[in-house]
Each structure stands twice: as structure tokens, then as C-alpha cells.
């Protein structure tokens, strides 16, 4: 039988339990619950699960004796803990500002610790311990993009003031190495001193964390640490919002200190380029364009009026989606969620797309490999004719770079 020791968890979130089990006012801004309504997808409900593997006699004096929890019970609270796409809404709504997050994060932790997780997140685990990324590609493949999309600049392991982290989307998905082709390429138009890791860039270590794997993670991000402070680079850039939050939030923590660069996502580094005039504004894409935020970036990052401005010096007709910013509506990529249910995924991008279609949208921007993949796929299952693209690759075409 199953029981979480109260150690597992800090005083706050052992109150937070308490206090989330008895609410549902995040329900209906909840992606997953709006597309299931199944009472334990809802964060109370998921909770109340959770709750009932903690062992609470000696952490309250009103708490009773456990009681044997089910194999069924137990196996329904890990789906719906993994059920998830880890999206920050619900904090973002709660009333009660519960770290929900880092809730979730705690218990991937503590199942994937007494290896409970699903088997398919298991078999990804694996993956990720020996190829160092969550495709099984070999390392060789992370510069194939190069040859692949025709750079012809592209330096790799050089001494550089700035370090293009390509990411293992961008690097190994078809669909998005355009994404670090464009990129590339504005790096080299502003005559940028940078350089890529290439096959010595490993996987951030944010699906470890996904998974719960912490060990793995610490590994992962000590080895980056290390490979990019040998080029002396002062900063990283990177395209993927995973990338940058675990660079620059989650990797201190993981090696023990501070590391010596600074961690930007591209749209800062673009909008820089903009203000410094580095970057020519070229020209402009008349039809009706939107941009959809990325979870990461938006609410769990606080970026969102970067790209904004970015989008107005190469749109004529930007509009806003319905929910956006700290707001933004989850398009359904994260949280390791296609490997669990890829189908509630695609039905929560689809509800996106809806939301473009409804105003009338011909282009959705994003700041998101993840986001782009899953946008896509829901696109063409709705045969809709909406064109989704990087913020980056929408910059490089109206400069005339691709």
C-alpha cells in the first residue's frame, strides 16, 4: 500500500491539500476538465485523491487513522495526477493563490520515486536517461536541421558572447526545426557573436521534471551548465518556453549556485535587436494575424508584451485572442500530456483554433515549438486553412531571410 510520508511535502503544501480538496472555483478555466468533466481532472478533485495518500495522523490532531487505499483508487489519483498539461491556470484563478505547479510537481516526484508513474511515461523516462532527449533520436541527429534547411553559417562549440540552446523540439521535430533555422538566421543577419552546442546540448531536463524525475534533471542540467560556461558565452537564448524557465529558474537550484550567463527567450533578444535598430522591419503580412501565448512564457514567465510589440512592426492587422497573457488559454502541449492522451489534446488545441476562427484569424503566432506542433495537428484535424507559424519564422520571412 501506498503512503506518502508528510515530509514528502512542506507545511504549506500539506495546508494547501487541505484547502484545495474543498474548491472547485478553478474548474471551468481548468483545459482538461473543460474538455472531460470528470470530477477528479478538476484540481479539488485531483487533490482529494492525492490527499488520501498522505499519511495525516501526525500532522493534525483532528486527522484519523489511514485508510487502505485501493488498487483502483490508486491507479485513478496517478492518471488524473498525470492527466494534466501543467498549464498554471488553475493558479492563476485560485482564490486562495495555491502553488498549484509545484503541487503537481511534488507528487510527480513522489510517484515516480516509488515508480508508480504510467508505463508509458516509464518507457520515456528511459529514453530521455539514455539518448539525453524525449525523442530516442542519437545525438548526431541534433545538427541534422543544419543540413537539412541549408545554413550555411552555423557555428558549433565555439568561444561566443551568445549561446543559441536549440531545445530537442526545434532540433529534432521536423514541423519545427524551422523554427532554429529562422532563428539562426537572424542571429547571423544582426552579426550576432553566437554558437551552437550541437551534438553536446542535451535535453533541458523540463520532461524529467514532467515525469518526476528529479536525478535526471540534476544530471542534465549540470552537464549544460558546464558545456555552455566552456564556450564563455554571457548569454543563452532559447526558442522554447520548457528551455528557458528550466535555464533560468530550475537550474540554480539543480547545480548549487548561480550560473555565469544570463538566460533571455527569443523574443527578448528580438525586441532588443528592434530597439537597438539592429533588425530591419521589412515588410509587413496584411492578413488578420493573432499571437497565442504559450503557458510558459506568458503566465508562469511574465513575458507577453515583447512579442506584441514585435508582431506590430510586421503586422498591419494584429487582434487579440479571446484569453490571453496571464491569461491564456492552454493549447494542450504540455505536461507531457500527448504522451498520456494525446486525443484530449488535440481537442484542447482544437478549441483554440475554434477561438481564431471566430475572429476571423489567417495567421497564429506563437513563441512555442510545443505549441506550434500541437496547433497545427489540431488545425488539420479540422481541415482549417489557418496558417500557424513562430514569431521567429514570421520575422525572417518579412526580412527577406527565408
Known amino acids: 500500500m501506498l503512503r506518502i510520508p508528510p515530509n514528502k511535502l512542506t507545511k504549506l503544501q500539506l ?7 474543498r474548491c472547485a472555483h478553478c474548474a471551468e478555466y481548468c483545459p482538461i476538465y473543460v474538455e472531460r468533466h470528470r470530477p477528479e481532472l478538476v484540481p479539488g478533485g485531483r487533490v482529494a485523491l492525492l490527499s488520501k495518500l498522505v499519511e495525516k495522523k501526525n500532522v493534525w490532531p483532528w486527522a484519523s487513522a489511514p485508510k487502505a487505499v485501493k488498487p483502483e483508487e490508486l491507479e485513478k489519483s496517478v492518471n488524473s495526477l498525470y492527466t494534466c498539461s501543467l498549464c498554471g491556470r488553475c493558479l492563476e484563478v485560485c482564490p486562495f493563490s495555491i502553488q498549484t505547479p509545484e503541487l503537481w510537481e511534488t507528487f510527480r516526484t513522489i510517484i515516480y520515486d516509488v515508480d508508480r508513474p504510467l508505463q508509458a511515461l516509464k518507457l520515456l523516462g528511459k529514453t530521455i536517461v539514455e539518448k539525453k532527449n524525449p525523442y530516442g533520436a542519437d545525438s548526431e541527429l541534433r545538427t541534422f536541421w543544419i543540413e537539412r534547411r541549408g545554413l550555411k553559417e552555423a557555428p558549433i562549440m565555439k568561444k561566443a558572447n551568445v549561446v543559441y540552446f536549440t531545445g530537442c523540439t526545434s532540433a529534432l521535430k521536423s514541423q519545427t526545426q524551422s523554427i532554429a533555422y529562422a ?37 542534465l542540467a549540470k552537464h549544460n551548465v558546464e558545456i555552455i560556461e566552456s564556450t564563455g558565452a554571457i548569454k543563452v537564448v532559447t526558442g522554447c518556453p520548457s528551455c528557458y524557465r528550466m535555464l533560468k529558474f530550475k537550474y540554480p537550484q539543480f547545480i548549487g549556485r548561480t550560473p555565469k550567463f544570463e538566460v533571455i527567450h527569443t523574443v527578448e533578444l528580438v525586441h532588443q535587436y528592434l530597439r537597438q535598430g539592429r533588425l530591419a522591419k521589412g515588410g509587413k503580412i496584411e492578413g488578420i494575424t493573432a499571437y497565442h501565448d504559450p503557458c510558459e512564457l506568458a503566465r508562469l514567465s511574465v513575458i507577453f508584451k515583447e512579442p506584441r510589440e ?49 475572429i476571423k484569424t489567417e495567421f497564429l503566432a506563437s513563441a512555442c515549438p510545443a505549441c506550434k506542433l500541437t496547433l497545427i495537428d489540431a488545425a488539420k484535424s479540422m481541415n482549417s486553412n489557418i496558417k500557424v507559424l513562430d514569431i521567429t519564422e514570421l520575422i525572417a520571412q518579412k526580412i527577406g531571410l527565408m
Request: proline letters at 2%; a negative charge; aromatic letters at 4%.
Open 310 to 358: 514585435i508582431l506590430k512592426s510586421f503586422t498591419n492587422k494584429l487582434v487579440e485572442l479571446p484569453e490571453n497573457k496571464m491569461d491564456t488559454r492552454c493549447c494542450g502541449g504540455g505536461g507531457l500530456l500527448q504522451a498520456v492522451d494525446n486525443d484530449l489534446r488535440i481537442k484542447i488545441a482544437q478549441s483554440r483554433i475554434k477561438q481564431a476562427k471566430g
Open 183 to 219: 532563428t539562426s538566421l537572424i542571429l547571423n543577419h544582426v552579426k550576432e557573436d553566437w554558437t551552437l552546442l550541437g551534438d553536446k546540448e542535451w535535453c533541458c531536463g523540463s520532461p524529467s521534471i514532467m515525469l518526476g524525475d528529479r536525478n535526471e534533471a540534476t544530471g
Open 15 to 21: 495546508v494547501e491539500l487541505d484547502t484545495c480538496s
